[in-house]
């Protein structure tokens, strides 16, 4: 079933775990994810990303999006990822987006909070979730369109006055997690996240999950962290299981890689103690 973020973060939030929010770029990853939900009978965030505009247009992503939410047993709610052009954000809305993310970490705290404001105020007329950025989530990966090389971590204080400001839903926040694959060791600042937890009282998110290592995952899910964003994993898988079996026809290699992805979200989903 098609539904809003609001109530099911905050549920995940209140009893110490976390949503996976898989970033889908066709109908294959869709349709997998939304199975997997139906599956183990646990919430699911379905994400299209904006930089993923090259894959899809943002109708048809809802089209799809809706669709599978709609099939389903499940609660899943169809999200906008790192909406960075406010006419993006405001055609997800009226496609029938349940959430969208305005992404202003980039840019100077008073602009962040009047582009945050303005999405949360056109958002909530329509019953949609709001998810901002503060700090920011790097990249170890060049090419990768989502972010800056570098993180910032989220600092505590303009945190709290971006929140208080604009009335946002949840928070993106930024503790050492990076976007693509690690080329060393992921260091989580968990020191950090509880301090924003307390502060806050909002449902936080996690960007930049793959690859963060599972320990790390269940105690940001215990943490605050109500949604972590996953990506990277589920193409690599789906990548190698392609290369392992060698299916000697189009169909199979699409199957193939459905499969990868879908034991990637079953793993996850215990990892952030979401089902079991």
């Not at 775990?17 to 994810?33: H, K, L, T």
Request: hydrophobic content about 40%; charged content about 20%.
């Amino acid at each position: 079933m098609l539904v809003s973020t609001k109530d099911m973060l905050e549920k995940a939030h209140a009893e110490g775990y976390a949503i996976p929010s898989p970033d889908y770029v066709d109908s294959n990853s869709v349709r997998a994810f939304a199975q997997v939900a139906e599956e183990l009978h646990a919430p699911l965030i379905l994400s299209f990303a904006e930089v993923h505009l090259e894959q899809m247009s943002v109708e048809e992503a809802a089209l799809l999006g809706t669709y599978y939410a709609r099939a389903c047993d499940a609660p899943i709610a169809l999200h906008l990822d790192h909406g960075v052009h406010f006419n993006v954000i405001e055609e997800s809305i009226r496609q029938g987006f349940t959430s969208v993310m305005i992404d202003a970490s980039s840019e100077e705290l008073d602009e962040n909070i009047r582009r945050t404001k303005e999405v949360v105020e056109l958002a909530h007329a329509h019953g949609v979730t709001v998810e901002a950025e503060i700090g920011h989530v790097g990249t170890e990966e060049e090419g990768n369109p989502h972010a800056l090389s570098e993180s910032v971590y989220t600092e505590v204080a303009a945190a709290k006055a971006l929140v208080d400001a604009t009335g946002v839903d949840s928070l993106a926040v930024s503790i050492g997690t990076k976007h693509g694959s690690y080329k060393g060791e992921p260091h989580i600042n968990f020191e950090r996240l509880a301090v924003l937890n307390e502060a806050l009282g909002i449902p936080l998110v996690l960007h930049g999950g793959s690859g963060s290592g599972d320990e790390n995952l269940a105690r940001c899910a215990q943490g605050g962290v109500a949604k972590v964003n996953l990506y990277t994993d589920f193409i690599v898988a789906a990548r190698d299981a392609v290369y392992e079996q060698h299916p000697d026809n189009w169909v199979k290699l699409l199957n193939t890689g459905d499969a990868a992805m879908k034991d990637v979200l079953r793993h996850y989903y215990r990892v952030l103690r979401c089902a079991g």
